[in-house]
């Protein structure tokens, strides 16, 4: 896809998402996942290159585009205040439904992939959207070099990416996202081991 079309398609997903948003708006990391979830399980073309931060699949270019976003007045980001920090509030904007007509060829094909990344991970917190992503993405390096996987190893490499999750929370979580189908290094004989 050329440039400037991808480009168009890239603030178009962001807009779409914003304007699906259960709550009204997303946080950045719901953002950042749901971009990093598209493309990977969803194979929604982005063209972005996530690599694995503390926090889970990461491609600043995503932040980039949201600030092109920001700047055509798609969607509109707020600083939000909470008793262990700030986060952000990003939310629909004037001009949303312009950029998402814009970059309208990938959303109408990929509508369907928007739609579920907002309903399988709408409601999710933070924390669980940074684990979920983060386990998405240790499996696929593992199917990348042909592993297969236990849920005991998989969870296993994903508690040394976050510590401060239980090996028992992550096993469950990559379990639910195994029964979905959503990863590729676990062979069905190997969730239960």
């Known amino acids: 896809m050329e440039w400037n079309k991808l480009?168009?398609?890239?603030?178009?997903?962001i807009a779409k998402l914003v304007s699906l948003a259960p709550a009204g708006y997303l946080g950045r990391t719901a953002l950042m996942k749901f971009c990093y979830l598209l493309q990977t399980v969803r194979q929604v073309p982005l063209g972005y290159r996530f690599t694995l931060y503390s926090y889970g699949p990461f491609d600043a270019d995503v932040l980039s585009d949201l600030g092109t976003a920001e700047n055509l007045e798609a969607v509109k980001t707020s600083v939000v205040q909470y008793s262990g920090g700030y986060g952000y509030r990003i939310r629909k904007a004037e001009r949303a439904e312009e950029t998402i007509e814009t970059g309208i060829?990938?959303?109408?094909?990929?509508v369907r992939d928007i739609d579920w990344v907002i309903a399988e991970f709408?409601?999710?917190?933070?924390?669980?959207?940074?684990?979920e992503s983060t386990i998405v993405f240790v499996d696929r390096e593992g199917a990348r070099k042909a592993e297969r996987l236990t849920i005991s190893e998989l969870a296993r490499r994903v508690k040394d990416v976050k510590p401060h999750f239980e090996e028992a929370y992550i096993a469950g979580k990559a379990a639910g996202l195994y029964e979905k189908r959503m990863l590729r290094s676990l062979a069905a004989s190997m969730v239960h081991a």
Request: hydrophobic share 40%; proline share 0%; net charge negative.
């Open 7 to 13: 480009q168009d398609a890239r603030l178009a997903v």
């Open 105 to 110: 060829g990938l959303l109408e094909e990929h």
């Open 122 to 131: 709408g409601s999710h917190g933070s924390a669980d959207l940074e684990l």
